[in-house]
């Protein structure tokens, strides 16, 4: 009788679910054709209609792990990082060690196999068991079957041969003397984590590796969080609003009532923060130190000294600076690179399934729009799949999908900085940069009699700002009592202080489609209609108790009905806080200034600049003794030194000036055909772009004329008998495709090994043999070549010979192709004969 034996797959399942079933169809189909024992795979029963197979199923592992006598592991990172590697290995490792301990010799059940390459160090369990990379191809080790199992017909010897060494195995672990005991569920429930046995010793390295940039004096910050909140700990009600008007406005414009948190018990508020704010307002400083107190847990200063955030002792501090967030196999070559050689493979997912390790977001307002919701996406997914993880979101409140945070976010915003706070930050910046401690003097002297200006300072990007403005090249008279720098320069240096400006080209890149009025070259909103979007909105806001303004407001105020074809209110709104940094989004239908100073500036300075507008009506209706006197001072300076007239501009600097207009686009044609070097002369002479050029008949000078050919994509030699060579072809640095007709002396290819073609065709092609030096063209992917006809077939020079061309009946056309499976891929048709 024939023995049975039972085998299970433990797989990342949602990923290469096709790929995987043919890869198992492979393999079972190999099993049934070998002689010896059979085997049989323990799938599932049916689920119900609308159910999935997988973790989503309410199974948490694998099934047929428990009782099954063999089991292939599809190792991968996902297979690592978000699959059921950590609950079946758990079983595995138990029933190898209860198997060794009744036979006192260890059973091997498990048989890891590389579904995609694992560039970290494989889990113990998992190396131990992994005896068979060793002995395979190196196709095997470095693609891995899920590219072998896509690119079957490329990889089939090599896969084949893959195929059959783990049929025998298989078959060679079925035949041990020593199976593994099975489990039933209460044990296998019970089953100790294997994978983590090595996590301990990772962890510390890794905390070794982290350091966090810190500052050297620790400026005491607070939060503001929107009631009602459960919030520990000493709190302070502000009842009024932050520019000192009451709140409670009939229109909702007045800012909702807030608690004032230390900034110290952030993690108290919940495991999932959104920390909303302007550009500067130092998110990036409070997330290191949160990083710098799960590092030491003897830190001064804790709420709860001897506890790390959370209990959290594994801060992962994530930038979206790049435009992306890295994976969770990439976080710990980005933090720590030093220990990425060692870590193993699932680890950083190991520690936020625990709750061992908390995330922190920054940087978000970098990632471009049209990738932003893709990264929360992930993010959001991340944080579904590992619910026991902390993590504090940084963010100005753009692209924010508020409508799927639901109630798992805790929504906070870091405070001004207070006037002893903006001292100790200038004090700490002068003692670390060498900063002019004259200017700091002086700063410190005019926040004592200007608030508005102190107001503006409570970023501490703005602060940073005021003392670099107040040490530069805007003081005059180098004694030792310089003239102070002007006041709107100061506040000019603070509001702008988080502006992210784009390079201005002189010209912008050819396009044969017309400008779009209000937008830039690069698809961006220019800086100079930012500016006037920025004064709008702070007028708009004038009427308002508060620097907070409702969304519908803030719209209106940005809509022009005039210009229907200028940039939309949104994406207006959205540049005004990416790049401007003058608003941000504390909520889905709320848009506020950092502060009310900010507001007054903005305002002042888009009426005293902008054409058309009555300062005067508005001062009436909206009575301000800080936005007159400030509107009166910008009047004066631009009248007496000639002021740029463009707010947030570089102080000290000369006045920006628009780029000039796109050139007229180039001429381009698709096709192009010549006959001699005279018409190839005549055609760059026109200056024409020509993505594709057929040449017919001898054509002199082909090397020096084809790289002056801007845009060629493809070259086309047609009819000439004297071409022996291709000409040089190492200048086209676009062209992609050759194609030869009907040109029989054709002998050299050599010019293929410095350019960078991609595609060639040969028709007709002698019958002789593909030269081998078409390996050596870097950039070849495909050759077709065209024989004459119905001999023997051509042979390649790698060896793998073509079929004979003869299909009965067949009057012309292309018999057959055979194909060369070596890069370049290498066609040879054979014309037959009628």
Request: with cysteine.
């Amino acid at each position: 009788m024939v023995p049975v034996y039972r085998y299970a797959v433990s797989y990342a399942h949602g990923r290469d679910e096709a790929w995987v079933a043919r890869f198992l169809d492979e393999l079972r189909r190999r099993l049934e054709t070998m002689d010896g024992p059979r085997f049989q795979r323990l799938v599932p029963p049916p689920l119900p209609p609308g159910g999935r197979d997988g973790p989503d199923d309410g199974r948490e592992g694998s099934f047929g792990i428990e009782t099954a006598d063999i089991v292939l592991a599809l190792c991968s990172p996902a297979y690592f990082n978000e699959g059921p590697a950590q609950h079946d290995w758990a079983i595995l490792a138990l029933r190898r060690s209860l198997g060794q301990a009744r036979t006192g010799v260890p059973p091997q059940t498990a048989l890891p196999l590389v579904w995609e390459p694992v560039d970290r160090r494989l889990p113990g369990p998992v190396a131990t068991a992994d005896l068979f990379a060793a002995d395979q191809l190196p196709e095997y080790r470095s693609l891995g079957l899920a590219l072998m199992t896509m690119q079957a017909p490329r990889y089939r010897a090599a896969l084949d041969r893959v195929l059959d060494a783990i049929t025998a195995r298989m078959r060679a672990m079925a035949e041990a003397a020593t199976p593994a005991p099975e489990l039933d569920d209460r044990f296998a429930g019970e089953a100790p984590d294997a994978l983590s046995a090595e996590d301990a010793a990772f962890t510390e390295q890794f905390r070794k590796e982290v350091t966090p940039v810190l500052p050297a004096t620790a400026v005491p910050r607070t939060l503001n969080i929107p009631v009602p909140v459960s919030v520990p700990g000493p709190v302070t009600d502000r009842s009024i609003s932050p520019d000192g008007g009451p709140h409670g406005s009939a229109d909702g414009s007045a800012a909702p009532p807030e608690h004032v948190l230390a900034a110290e018990l952030l993690p108290e508020l919940g495991r999932r923060i959104l920390l909303v704010g302007p550009p500067g307002a130092g998110h990036s400083t409070e997330l290191a130190r949160l990083a710098g107190r799960a590092l030491d847990d003897t830190a001064p200063g804790r709420a709860r000294p001897g506890r790390a955030p959370w209990g959290c002792r594994i801060p992962f501090v994530l930038s979206a600076r790049s435009g992306a967030l890295p994976r969770l196999d990439g976080m710990v070559p980005m933090l720590a690179p030093l220990a990425a050689p060692q870590e193993p493979a699932g680890w950083a997912a190991r520690q936020l399934r625990s709750g061992r390790a908390f995330l922190a977001v920054d940087d978000l307002d970098a990632v471009p729009v049209s990738n932003r919701s893709a990264v929360w996406e992930w993010l959001l997914h991340l944080l579904r799949t590992h619910p026991q993880a902390p993590c504090v979101i940084a963010t100005n409140g753009t692209g924010v999908p508020w409508d799927r945070l639901g109630d798992t976010f805790r929504v906070a915003g870091l405070g001004p900085l207070t006037s002893d706070g903006v001292r100790t930050l200038l004090d700490s910046l002068v003692a670390t940069a060498s900063g002019d401690r004259q200017a700091r003097t002086a700063l410190l002297r005019r926040f004592d009699s200007d608030p508005l200006l102190l107001g503006v300072a409570g970023r501490p990007a703005a602060a940073a700002a005021l003392l670099r403005a107040a040490g530069g090249p805007g003081r005059s008279g180098g004694g030792p009592d310089p003239e102070p720098v002007p006041r709107h320069r100061l506040l000019r240096a603070g509001v702008s202080a988080g502006w992210r400006r784009t390079r201005e080209d002189t010209a912008g890149p050819s396009s044969a489609s017309p400008p779009v009025p209000g937008l830039g070259s690069t698809g961006q909103v220019p800086d100079s209609v930012l500016r006037a979007a920025s004064g709008l909105l702070a007028v708009a806001a004038l009427g308002l108790d508060s620097s907070r303004i409702p969304l519908r407001t803030a719209l209106g105020a940005l809509r022009d009905p005039g210009a229907s074809d200028a940039a939309s209110p949104e994406r207006l709104l959205a540049a005004l806080a990416d790049r401007a940094g003058v608003v941000f989004r504390p909520g889905p239908d709320t848009v506020a200034f950092p502060s009310p100073e900010v507001r007054t500036f903005l305002a002042a300075h888009h009426l005293a600049h902008a054409p058309g507008a009555d300062a005067d009506e508005l001062l009436v209706r909206h009575p301000s003794a800080e936005l007159g006197e400030l509107l009166t001072q910008l009047r004066t300076a631009e009248a007496d030194t000639d002021t740029p007239r463009s707010v947030l501009a570089t102080p000290g600097g000369t006045p920006r000036r628009l780029s000039a207009g796109s050139p007229p686009p180039r001429p381009a044609v698709r096709r192009a055909a010549v006959r001699s070097s005279a018409e190839l002369r005549a055609l760059l002479r026109a200056d024409t772009a020509v993505a594709e050029l057929r040449c017919t008949g001898p054509v002199d000078g082909l090397a020096e004329f084809l790289p002056r050919l801007p845009g060629l994509r493809s070259l086309v030699l047609a009819d000439d008998h004297s071409l022996t060579a291709l000409p040089e072809l190492s200048g086209c640095r676009s062209l992609r495709a050759v194609r030869v007709l009907r040109c029989p002396n054709l002998r050299e290819l050599t010019a293929l090994d410095s350019s960078t073609v991609m595609f060639l065709d040969i028709d007709p092609w002698p019958d002789r043999p593909v030269p081998a030096g078409l390996r050596r063209a870097p950039w070849l992917s495909r050759v077709d070549l065209a024989t004459g006809g119905g001999g023997p077939g051509v042979r390649a020079a790698n060896g793998a010979g073509t079929n004979e061309a003869g299909a009965a009946g067949a009057t012309d056309g292309v018999s057959q192709e055979v194909e060369v499976v070596e890069l370049p891929e290498v066609r040879i048709r054979s014309r037959l004969r009628g």
